[in-house]
């Protein structure tokens, strides 16, 4: 009798203990997804406009320079503040981002907004690759802007 109950205890704790612990909620993962194309960057940081409702938000890439993302390319995943993971859609993989700011109204705020962070990096104010033209970045990368 005194087995069957330590038996029973331990096989009821661990039930408790696993029904405690839970996998990522993958539908929460696919709510909050949303598409992006890259409007501007400059080095490894770079704005993406939302297809959905035309908002801007800064990011910058936390990959080497050739996971760095092109103007116009299709961007998807969880833009909220922070480290995230999210995919280029264009180029056909994953890139680990950080979601400086987000929720910018006007191309204007996010043109600022990407001249502060860049500033406070590098001391300089940066040279962009915008869409519909083509500039000359300081990493020497010759980029063209194709229109949508």
């Not at 039930?15 to 490894?44: G, N, P, W």
Request: charged content about 30%; glycine content about 6%.
């Amino acid at each position: 009798m005194k087995r069957f109950i330590s038996i029973s205890l331990v096989i009821l704790a661990g039930v408790v203990l696993l029904a405690s612990c839970r996998k990522r909620d993958y539908h929460d993962d696919i709510d909050r997804r949303e598409d992006a194309y890259v409007y501007e960057y400059a080095d490894e940081f770079f704005t993406v406009e939302f297809i959905e409702d035309g908002r801007f938000a800064v990011l910058e890439s936390l990959d080497n320079e050739s996971f760095w993302p092109d103007v116009d390319e299709r961007l998807r995943g969880d833009f909220g503040s922070g480290r995230k993971r999210i995919q280029n859609i264009t180029a056909g993989f994953e890139m680990n981002v950080n979601v400086i700011e987000t929720n910018i109204r006007t191309e204007a705020d996010a043109q600022e907004a990407i001249d502060y962070y860049y500033y406070e990096r590098y001391g300089v104010y940066p040279e962009f690759a915008m869409k519909n033209q083509s500039l000359k970045l300081q990493s020497g990368r010759q980029k063209i802007g194709i229109s949508r």
